[in-house]
Each structure stands twice: as C-alpha cells, then as structure tokens.
C-alpha cells in the first residue's frame, strides 16, 4: 500500500470556480503534512503547511483529519495561475517526506 | 542566486557510462536528500543524509550511491547507469520536519 494516495485527475475547471483535492496516508505516525505545488518541469514548491486545526492562506484552505488520515485542499475562485500539478507530502516520525502522485489541475478560460 | 543549486542541469549519457550530479545549498540546513521523479510515479526518494556523517538508503536506492563532501554538498552517483535510470532528479533540503526546499532538477536520459 502505498503511503500517500491522491486521485491523479485531471481536474479542469473554470476560472473562478471552487476546486477540491484529497489526499489519504496510510501511516498513522505521520507528523507533518504539506501541500506542495510543481510546476511543468520544474522543481516543487511548498503552498502550504497543513495544521490540525485547519488553515488558510488567501483562497487556499488546507484541512487535515487524522481520525480518517486524510488531508484536503480547497482552492477558492480559481485563477487561470493556479495550473499546475498540486503534490501531497507527509512526514513520518520525522524522518522521511513521502510525496504522492500528485493532482493536475488546469483552469480554463 | 538559488539556495539549492544542481549541475549539470540535463545529462544526455549511454549505457555503462558513470555519472555524478551534484547538489549544493546555502540554506544551512543539516538534511538533504536525492529524489527521482517519474511520470505517474510521484517523486520517490533514493538516499537522505542528516548530517555529514549520516547517509541511509531510500526507497529506491540500487543502482546509485551517494557522498555527503560537507554540510552544504551532497552528490548523487550512477556507478554504471542504465536506460531506466532516465528520470528527472532533484535534490532537496530540510531541517527536521519542516519544510523541503528543492533544487531545480536534473534531466538525465540514458541511451
């Protein structure tokens, strides 16, 4: 099994619109969660961090259930910049970072 | 300039051939780690280093070995590399658990 699963997509959504991706991790000893941003051929970058208690940063909204062991992410009125493939990272016992598949998301005019 | 740095950028190299990439950071941080990243497969990681005197072994580490030269320095070998070797490679630093700050990538194909 896999230690973090994200549904690949694609996701293509109007501007403006609300999109939501989930993401599920196998390993209950997992510490810390992230939502990481990747770009076409380039490096990945980290969005945001994902607390507890839920968070937000702008249109962004992260939310982590670990009852359930999943995280989510909300992208509100979506921008034609938010393209890009959206990666789900997971840090157990403070060792490694597992990445999952990553979503593709592509906003369209 | 770039807190992680890679060279060469894309590798183009056959079968058999010995190949170093390099990975260097002025992030100061103490973790760093070598990933491959393959369409469909997510980034999966080969080696980590904690400290200079730390190397383990990653998800995927057969066929490569690494060197920790110094805090800021970490290299990637392929002794005798081979057609599924070809990947997109990144290097990436870390305190503890905290966020990974990523280098811009290497490109290597094998003939």
């Known amino acids: 099994r896999k230690e973090v699963e994200q549904d690949p997509g694609p996701f293509n959504v109007p501007e403006g619109a609300t999109v939501a991706f989930n993401c599920t991790y196998s390993n209950s000893a997992s510490q810390s969660f992230f939502w990481y941003r990747q770009d076409c051929r380039k490096e990945p970058k980290l969005l945001m961090s994902?607390?507890?208690s839920g968070n937000e940063d702008g249109r962004f909204t992260a939310q982590l259930n670990r009852a359930s062991q999943y995280i989510s992410l909300l992208i509100r009125d979506s921008k034609l910049s938010d393209s890009a493939t959206y990666l789900c990272?997971?840090?157990?016992?403070?060792?490694?970072?597992?990445f999952g598949t990553g979503t593709s998301l592509t906003v369209i005019p | 300039d770039a807190d992680v740095t890679q060279t060469p950028r894309n590798r183009i190299t056959k079968t058999g051939k010995r190949i170093m990439l390099e990975c260097s950071q002025t992030?100061?941080?103490?973790?760093m780690y070598w990933y491959r990243q393959d369409p469909g497969l997510g980034l999966r990681l080969i080696y980590y280093?904690?400290?200079?005197?730390?190397?383990n072994k990653g998800e995927i580490s057969d066929g490569y070995s690494v060197s920790r030269q110094a805090q800021a320095k970490f290299s990637l070998s392929l002794e005798s590399a081979i057609p599924n070797q070809t990947a997109l490679y990144f290097c990436?630093?870390?305190?503890?658990?905290?966020?990974?700050?990523f280098g811009p990538g290497t490109r290597l194909t094998v003939l």
């Open positions: 992030k100061g941080h103490d973790r």
């Open positions: 990436a630093t870390s305190r503890v658990t905290d966020t990974q700050y």
């Open positions: 280093s904690f400290d200079v005197k730390d190397i």
């Open positions: 990272v997971v840090n157990v016992a403070g060792n490694q970072f597992y």
């Open positions: 994902v607390y507890s």
